[in-house]
Each structure stands twice: as C-alpha cells, then as structure tokens.
C-alpha cells in the first residue's frame, strides 16, 4: 500500500490535500484533523472536493481550514500550514467537546460530519447575535418551517430571546391541520412560560390551548402600510403621503364615513360638512381617481381583518412586554391573506422598533437591551431591491441592531432580496439551494466564505443546513432536528 495515504500531500493557508486508499469512504463536509507532530498543533479542516489520483489508485481529497489549536489551548484561524506527510484523522470525542465550546444556547439540530450525525455535538446559535438578523434560505421542501419550530422551541427553552413569528397556515401553534396526531409549539414542556400566542380562533381552540385573542386598534396601524398590500400608482402615493402627518384612527374614521365623491376640490368651491375638516382641506388637491382608490383599497383591508381589527382594543402593549420577557410571540391568523398577514406583521414591527427607539432615546442603550427576532416569511414580497414595498422591514435591517431588534429573512428565492439587506446578516442558515446564482448571491454575503462550499450545499439533503453565524468561528453543517423527536427530548428531559 502507498505509503502516502492518510498524510497531507500538499498544503497552502487556504487548501489541504491528502490521499486514501481505494474501498476508504469519505464524504463532502466530513470533519478531519492534522497534526504536527513536532509542534503538536492541531490544524482542524472540512472535506470541499475529492477526485481519483492516477499514480496512487487512491482518492484526492481537499481541505478546507477551519482553524487550529497549539499547546496554548487557543483555538484561532490558521496562519501557518501544517508540514508535509502530517497524518489525518478523523476527530476525537476529545476535539467534538472543543468544538461544543464554541456552540451557543440555542440548539436546532446535531453536527454532520460527511454523511455522519455526530450526536455527541448539538449545534446551536448563541441568542446574542440575534439583533444583528438572521436569514434562512431553501427551496420548497427543504426544511424551512420544521426548522423555525425547533428554533422557536429551543428559544422557549432558553428564554434569552424574545422571536416573533406570524402563522397564516395555523401550523406553528397546535401543528399541521388536519392531523390529528401532530403538535406545534403549544405542547412544548415549558409553553406555559415562554410561549404567548395571539389568535384569531374561536374561543372553544383558544381556551383549550391558552390562546389570547389578537387585538389590533386602528391607531396601532399607519396608512403607509398601504403600500406593503396594494400596488399604488403615484397619484395614490402622493394622497398617502398628503395623509401622514395625521392620526390614522381618524384617517380610517374619515374614509369609512365620508363619501370623497363629494369632498371639495381645487375644481369644486363648495363647502365640506363633516368631522375631518383638515383631513378634507389636505387631500382637496389630490387626483379624484386616486383618491377613490384609496378609499376603496382602505374599506377593504378592514373588510379583511375585521376579525381582528377594531376602533380601539390592541394587545401590542402586551406583545411588547411577552417580547421584553424573552417570550416567543406567535400570531396565529390561519386563513389570513398575504395582505393581511403583512399589514398586522408591519404595524407589530413598528410597534416594536418604535418603543426600542424611545427607551434609547430617554434612557440610553442599556434601556434597549435585550433581543427580538422579527421573522419574515416569504421575505422577498417587503426586502426585494426594486420594491417599493419595503415599510418599516428595511429601516429594521438597517438600524435594529442599535435597539436589540433583529429581522429573520426567511425565503427561497435569496436573489430577490436586496443585496444591501443580505449584507447585514450575520447568521445565515443555508439549506439545499438548487439555483447558483442564489448560492453565490449568499456566498457573496456570509460572514465566512462559503464559495468553497458550494458542492456540499448543492447536496444538502432534506433537514440539513449550512450554518454561518459571528457567534461561531467557523462554518458548521447540521442536520437540524425533526420537531416532533425534539419535542420528545424536551419532554423526557423535564421528566
């Protein structure tokens, strides 16, 4: 047999090579050490590629450096390359416990090293780097909401961050509809305590699972919103911005009660007789047509959420507090449109951002410290670069972090978010992504390079992930928990 095999053949700073015998299984993604047997340095490296080498009959495989340890016990990015024909081996239950040192509180699923779970090292994000926004990318099919319950649940566990998911498909809460057998968040062990869901089910749901009933006053939501649901014209746009500096109790009070066919205008001298008098004299100069429209638009986003949506309860002072107690927030509004969905999403997210702002404001940072995750499903419909769309979504992703607000940008389709919004998340969470110009889009943007990656996340099977994130050194690859075992282990834990 070749001497050769099983020691590095060819080093740089950026690339280990080394050869294995013919029959020897390894795997893109697999976890290897070398070590320098004079130094006794440990150079830590993940498998990227491999191919067959003609001289040997074996298989050349390629490294990439994720770090190194000396005998000072510190674990740091490597400047120096380990000598020629230093061995490889796979990792030690002694070096799987190193790694599990830089892991944080937040745990979504188990090492994978190759094709291999290593049980032994749980994977988790640590709540501090949620403020600075999280993106999750896959395709249909992938994973993408099994891994949102589990994150939601290890978040309840912790209780060291406040997240905050809306649920238009009623999966979230009480699990998939129509299996009778499934669960959702409300059966976590310590939902009593870190869960706080608001719904818009009835009572006999509601009380059975300790739902509270989501309350939204109109002075909670802002006409601007109509461009997050409506494509406006600019006529329309130039009647909502005519309308900002009003109250919007009294903007949606003045559109469900007046007839604007009537109002007066810059044509029209007669006189308006009604309850909004400066209202009236603002948009007098505003196109007729478009006017209409807004009205019309108005009526029908109330006809929308009429059952949730009133003159004057709100439950946002006590989604701000579960929010400020770590508490995971779930808005429960299954059957809700798109529309509906983001019109309560952004008037909760500006609740949010605008109370984070005033405690800074009066009180300093240290009054705004704490974490909210805001999630954002479908993201590219508010964070797309040539959208209008945008609300209060973009000045979160680019101001939240000052204020402990962060946005989770979750999609499919990472090429249509805007390019300045990716470059401000540091933890993203990268599961199979079938097109290449969204693998590069977020190789381009992750905070450790993932291009020489792209093979493995090209074959990420269904549940796992690449995960790059500033809390952890180094790129991990993950097969994150199915939710229903997590909830088992949850539950035979708190036994």
Not at 164 to 172: F, K, S
Not at 318 to 323: G, M, P, Q, R, Y
Not at 336 to 357: C, T
Not at 418 to 446: C, K, P, W, Y
Request: hydrophobic share 40%; proline share 5%.
């Amino acid at each position: 047999m070749d001497k050769r095999f099983h020691l590095l053949t060819g080093t740089d700073v950026l690339t280990y090579t080394w050869i294995i015998p013919p029959g020897d299984l390894i795997a893109v993604g697999e976890l290897v050490v070398i070590v320098d047997k004079g130094t006794k340095t440990r150079y830590f490296a993940r498998v990227t590629r491999m191919a067959h080498d003609e001289k040997t009959g074996g298989v050349l495989v390629f490294g990439l450096p994720i770090g190194c340890i000396s005998q000072d016990g510190i674990f740091r990015k490597p400047r120096t390359i380990p000598p020629l024909y230093s061995p490889v081996r796979a990792l030690d239950a002694g070096e799987n416990a190193l790694l599990l040192g830089f892991m944080g509180e937040l745990e979504v699923g188990f090492m994978m090293s190759g094709n291999q779970r290593v049980v032994d090292l749980p994977i988790g994000i640590p709540a501090s780097v949620l403020n600075q926004h999280l993106g999750i990318f896959a395709t249909t099919g992938m994973g993408k909401s099994n891994l949102m319950k589990v994150f939601c649940a290890s978040a309840i566990t912790t209780r060291n961050a406040g997240i905050l998911l809306t649920d238009p498909h009623g999966e979230y809460a009480t699990g998939p509809p129509g299996d009778p057998d499934s669960r959702g968040l409300v059966h976590h062990p310590k939902a009593q305590d870190g869960l706080c869901v608001f719904t818009i089910r009835g009572q006999d749901i509601a009380g059975e699972y300790g739902m509270k009933p989501l309350q939204i006053a109109h002075e909670d939501l802002n006409i601007a919103d109509l461009g997050l649901v409506f494509d406006l014209t600019p006529s329309q746009y130039e009647v909502v911005n005519l309308l900002l500096p009003f109250a919007t109790d009294e903007i949606i009070d003045f559109f469900i009660n007046e007839d604007v066919e009537s109002l007066p205008s810059h044509l029209r001298t007669t006189a308006y007789i009604g309850n909004h008098q400066d209202i009236a004299q603002r948009v007098r100069s505003a196109p007729p047509d478009a006017l209409r429209l807004v009205q019309r638009q108005i009526r029908t986003l109330l006809d929308l959420t009429a059952l949730f949506v009133d003159s004057s309860s709100s439950s946002l002072p006590e989604i701000l507090a579960a929010l400020d107690e770590n508490k995971v927030v779930l808005i429960d509004i299954p059957g809700m449109s798109d529309a509906a969905e983001l019109f309560i999403l952004s008037a909760i997210s500006r609740a949010i951002i605008r109370d984070r702002q005033k405690r800074f404001i009066e009180k300093g940072s240290a009054a705004a410290s704490g974490r909210v995750l805001i999630s954002i499903e479908e993201a590219q419909r508010v964070l797309s670069q040539r959208s209008e769309k945008t609300g209060v979504f973009r000045e979160i992703a680019m101001e939240g972090r000052k204020f402990g607000v962060g946005l989770g940008v979750i999609t499919q389709q990472p090429k249509n978010i805007d390019q300045r919004v990716l470059a401000q998340m540091n933890t993203l969470f990268v599961m199979g992504l079938a097109d290449r110009h969204d693998r590069e889009i977020i190789a381009s943007s992750a905070k450790h390079d993932l291009r020489v990656l792209d093979t493995e996340i090209q074959t990420l099977d269904m549940g796992d992930a690449v995960i790059s994130t500033v809390g952890i050194p180094f790129p991990v690859s993950c097969h994150i928990h199915f939710f229903e075992d997590y909830l088992d282990a949850l539950w035979e834990s708190a036994s």
